[in-house]
């Protein structure tokens, strides 16, 4: 691993965009992504078949059946089903707190606006498989899925290691496909002979598989952008530089298009870190960076503009800002809150917005699976609303909207 050593004493949003630059921006793959995307919407199944065997681990059939998830999971180490069974208690405890009870408004003029969610009812997690297998993104995508009420959720994965159909079997998943890449997002945006279109695909991935999201989201509902994984510590005196060092090589782990970074205002603290990963990273393809800034105001901003998709805040100045952040996919809080934990066991979810977009986007939840709608009822709000908005659409010159508002105006008369 590259790990670049950078000096910030100015723009930190400039030094944001230098540090996203040390990896790949994800444009690079959308042509690839928009010929796959269009082959299979317009091909189906035998275009289908044609990628997964081209690009995905082929280990059988497409369609896993349920008893190949029963026996996967009845010949699963158990330190690993207690792990997992952990992570599903947990993670559904925190899904479950996040959902919102129906809301009615009562307005002055008489009429009651509900607003109601409800759920979608058909839901794809994406589990990525490429090159390491992630049964904990089955129990975050199919846990949170269940939690929100979705009828049927459904899982793909390329290769579908026996680790993630024992973990499908786990949370319950309804069917489970063996495909990955951009074009299982494509056959699960619009349905093959076999594959029946869904509501929602969510999920982490690979720039394919994020970039097809991105490509189909209109089509059918998407989280947002999950791809490669990245961390930024923000570290101060105090914190532990073997420890830093670790989570920081602990999420290089994901490989390529990774970047790990470290912001400090301690040159000490970052020289110590440098050198237990300079020894540790060879071989390791992921980006990193080690930052030094005046004070830890500046690492924070620095932290503000990256947009990390992990935030560790180590060091007692650090730790002090925690309620500061407003850019990041998940805060980590302390020397004992490692990046890992959230990544299994914690109970936050794992399916993070990555390359900047906790600027704007939130980790995966309920939310993702239910869709808003307002339920209006007006009785004898008629006349005065009738009143209120026929002027307006007039002024659109919409008479028939008038119209059709003022007709109720006197109800009995
Ligand atoms: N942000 C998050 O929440 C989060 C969580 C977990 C993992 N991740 C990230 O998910 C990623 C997992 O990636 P992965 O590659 O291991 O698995 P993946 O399943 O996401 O991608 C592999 C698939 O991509 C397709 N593909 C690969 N090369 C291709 C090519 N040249 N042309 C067309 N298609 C191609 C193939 O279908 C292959 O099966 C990592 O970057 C990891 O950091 C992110
Ligand atoms: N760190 C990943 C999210 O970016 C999640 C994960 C799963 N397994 C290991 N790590
Ligand atoms: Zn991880």
């Not at 050593?5 to 949003?13: C, K």
């Not at 929602?200 to 994020?210: E, F, N, T």
Request: glycine share 10%; net charge negative; charged share 20%.
């Amino acid at each position: 691993m590259n790990v670049a050593r950078v000096q910030v004493d100015g723009d930190p949003v400039a030094a944001a965009a230098s540090l996203r630059a040390l990896a790949p921006p994800g444009v690079s793959v959308s042509g690839t992504v928009s010929e796959i995307v269009a082959s299979v919407r317009a091909r189906g199944e035998s275009a289908l078949m044609e990628y997964v065997e081209r690009f995905d681990r082929v280990d059988g059939p497409l369609r896993v059946e349920r008893h190949e998830c029963e026996e996967a999971l009845a010949a699963l180490d158990p330190a690993v089903r207690t792990g997992l069974e952990v992570a599903v208690r947990n993670v559904r405890a925190v899904a479950e707190a996040g959902m919102a009870d129906d809301l009615d408004v009562a307005l002055p003029e008489g009429q009651t606006v509900t607003l109601r969610e409800v759920p979608v009812r058909r839901a794809a997690i994406y589990t990525p498989g490429g090159r390491n297998p992630y049964p904990s993104t089955v129990v975050m995508g199919v846990v949170t899925a269940r939690a929100a009420g979705v009828d049927e959720v459904v899982v793909c994965a390329p290769g579908a290691h026996p680790v993630i159909l024992a973990a499908c079997a786990l949370c319950g998943a309804d069917e489970v496909w063996r495909m990955g890449g951009a074009h299982a997002v494509a056959a699960l945006a619009y349905g093959t002979d076999t594959v029946r279109r869904v509501d929602v695909i969510a999920g982490p991935g690979s720039l394919y598989v994020q970039e097809a999201k991105r490509q189909v989201a209109g089509d059918v509902g998407i989280d947002g952008f999950a791809g490669p994984s990245d961390v930024l510590v923000l570290a101060t005196a105090g914190a532990d530089p073997r420890l830093v060092a670790l989570d920081l090589l602990a999420q290089a782990e994901h490989g390529d298009g990774t970047i790990v970074v470290l912001v400090t205002d301690d040159a000490a603290l970052r020289e110590a870190v440098g050198a237990i990963v300079d020894a540790e990273a060879a071989g390791m393809d992921a980006a990193g960076a080690l930052v030094l800034v005046p004070d830890p105001a500046a690492g924070l901003a620095v932290a503000e503009a990256f947009a990390p998709e992990h935030l560790q805040l180590m060091g007692g100045a650090a730790e002090a800002l925690a309620t500061e952040v407003r850019s990041a996919g998940c805060v980590f809080v302390g020397s004992q809150s490692a990046t890992a934990f959230g990544d299994y066991v914690a109970g936050s979810n794992h399916t993070l917005p990555t390359g900047g977009a906790a600027r704007f986007a939130s980790g995966l939840s309920t939310r993702h699976f239910r869709r808003r709608m307002s339920v209006v009822r007006i009785g004898d709000a008629a006349g005065a609303l009738a009143r209120a908005g026929a002027p307006v659409a007039q002024a659109e010159g919409f008479d028939r909207h008038a119209a059709s508002m003022r007709v109720r105006e006197n109800p009995s008369g």
